[in-house]
């Protein structure tokens, strides 16, 4: 199970370790974004410190109808104490995990400042 809390902007957030190929780690907030259909993204010095690897390039359209292009590399999360390989874009906002890191999973949020976010195991049931 991960747990977080929301803030005074409403936002649904949780702590993360992140881990590039040579070992760097970093513990980071992250918003949950459901709007957001990719796993995660770190802003551009949190990748370059990391030493992620460039797996390709990606093209989102925003919702101001303009294009950003971003690249997308390999980075393990630790999510609810298994390591997880995912691809995570590089774009200059605050980290956000997106649907798919979400996947297989149950999203509850009490959405109040200092209101509880758990996010469990689709197959261990609904939170209580």
Do not use: K
Request: charged share 20%; glycine share 10%.
């Amino acid at each position: 199970m991960i747990t977080g809390t929301v803030n005074a902007d409403h936002e649904a957030i949780i702590r993360l370790r992140v881990q590039g190929p040579t070992g760097h780690e970093h513990e980071i907030n992250a918003i949950i974004d459901t709007g957001f259909n990719g796993f995660l993204t770190l802003p551009p010095p949190l990748v370059s410190a990391l030493e992620l690897t460039r797996l390709s390039r990606g093209r989102a359209l925003l919702a101001n109808g303009s294009e950003e292009l971003f690249d997308i590399h390999g980075v393990t999360v630790f999510w609810a104490g298994e390591e997880r390989h995912v691809e995570v874009d590089s774009v200059a906002s605050v980290p956000l995990v997106g649907m798919s890191l979400l996947d297989g999973h149950d999203l509850h949020i009490q959405v109040a400042e200092g209101g509880h976010v758990i996010i469990q195991s689709s197959e261990q049931g609904n939170p209580s």
